[in-house]
């Protein structure tokens, strides 16, 4: 069968040093950022089974837990969470001779991790999407074009070795983070290159079908009526194309809030006609801070958005950010900055 070859590249340089130290006997360790999605999860399992089938030794060490609508994937019983299983979790990022950091680019995203990874005698290989890449690898494959760093996984067996080792676990593993990272094949960073990729990835036994049954299909009912509660809060500010939603501690508490439960929320403010940024505000008080999601269609950039004003970033179109002060003074400040744009988000 015929595909479109036409990878963004990883450089020659990077290439040879990455095979170089691949040719030795290495202790990997995987890593996804804080709170990991699809993208994040199936990158890191993808990338796991392909050094556990070419004998290198390998684990993944995740910063914190992930939804349980990822708990189905290949492997992803082997992951060591870092909140539960720190004792393991330290002792493999001590013996760690080499590090891959996946789908985040600063260690910042790695919460509780963060200080480790900076004292870390390791080398690092960095494979991710997000703009701005920090400077601590010595290989960084990083490219703000991707639709996923699942794409760039695929690009990188090929480019280090070949796309023949993809096996069915492994295709299933990169189909779900271009999946969810593409909000199913229809954000802006989807290629026909994507599309090519996703075909061979069927070709190689990924289950589409089965894939899109166990990420979206999987609602409680406590889940629903939580959304309920979302869309019933939400605030649409029509003379800044804006909408935006709340959910306090108390209301996530009253509909049995499970990690996950509001992935995708926020897109729901993009679906009303005329709205170009949406937004969603979630409280966690044990963390004592609001995290927030950002997203917008066409040219409004919500990463410099959440970079400037709330601690965050993220792509131009999908970017997150965290606030330190009330849900109400959270809100009272995003209102206020909207008039500074309003020409932005007028075009
Ligand atoms: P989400 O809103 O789904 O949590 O994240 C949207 C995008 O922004 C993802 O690509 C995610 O990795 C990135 N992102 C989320 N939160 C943060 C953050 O606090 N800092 C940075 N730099 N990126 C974030
Ligand atoms: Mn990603």
Not at 99 to 115: K, S
Not at 221 to 232: I, T
Not at 256 to 278: C, S, W
Not at 285 to 300: A, H, T, Y
Request: glycine share 6%; proline share 3%; aromatic share 10%.
């Amino acid at each position: 069968m015929l595909y479109y070859c036409i990878f963004a590249r990883m450089n020659s340089a990077n290439i040879a040093a990455t095979k170089e130290l691949l040719s030795e006997p290495q202790k990997i360790v995987i890593i996804p950022h804080k709170n990991p999605d699809g993208d994040a999860i199936g990158s890191t399992l993808a990338l796991w089974h392909y050094f556990m089938n070419s004998g290198q030794e390998a684990v993944i060490v995740s910063p914190n837990d992930f939804p349980k609508f990822l708990k189905w994937m290949p492997g992803n019983e082997q992951i060591i969470n870092f909140e539960s299983k720190n004792q393991q979790a330290k002792a493999a990022l001590e013996a760690a001779t080499l590090i891959f950091t996946l789908d985040f680019n600063h260690f910042g995203r790695t919460g509780q991790l963060a200080p480790i990874l900076e004292n870390s005698e390791a080398k690092f290989i960095m494979i991710d999407h997000h703009q701005e890449p920090s400077d601590y690898a010595i290989v960084t494959y990083s490219d703000v074009s991707m639709s996923s760093t699942c794409e760039m996984i695929f690009n990188f067996i090929s480019y280090i070795d070949t796309t023949d080792k993809i096996t069915p676990e492994m295709a299933n593993c990169i189909y779900t983070g271009i999946m969810t990272d593409t909000g199913s094949f229809k954000f802006r960073s989807t290629t026909s290159q994507t599309h090519a990729i996703v075909a061979q990835l069927i070709d190689k036994g990924a289950d589409n079908m089965a894939i899109h049954s166990h990420i979206y299909d999987t609602n409680s009912p406590s889940r629903l009526h939580l959304l309920g509660c979302a869309l019933n809060n939400m605030v649409i500010l029509n003379e800044y194309h804006t909408a935006y939603i709340t959910l306090s501690q108390a209301e996530l508490d009253k509909y049995n809030y499970q990690k996950g439960d509001t992935e995708g929320f926020v897109n729901y403010g993009l679906t009303l006609d005329g709205i170009r940024f949406a937004v969603i505000f979630i409280e966690n008080k044990e963390e004592g801070i609001i995290k927030i999601s950002f997203r917008s269609v066409g040219d409004f950039s919500v990463n410099a958005f959440a970079r400037t004003h709330f601690n965050g970033g993220g792509h131009d179109n999908a970017a997150g950010g965290r606030s330190d002060i009330s849900l109400s003074e959270t809100t009272e400040k995003f209102v206020s900055l909207l008039p500074s744009y309003q020409q932005q988000l007028n075009t």
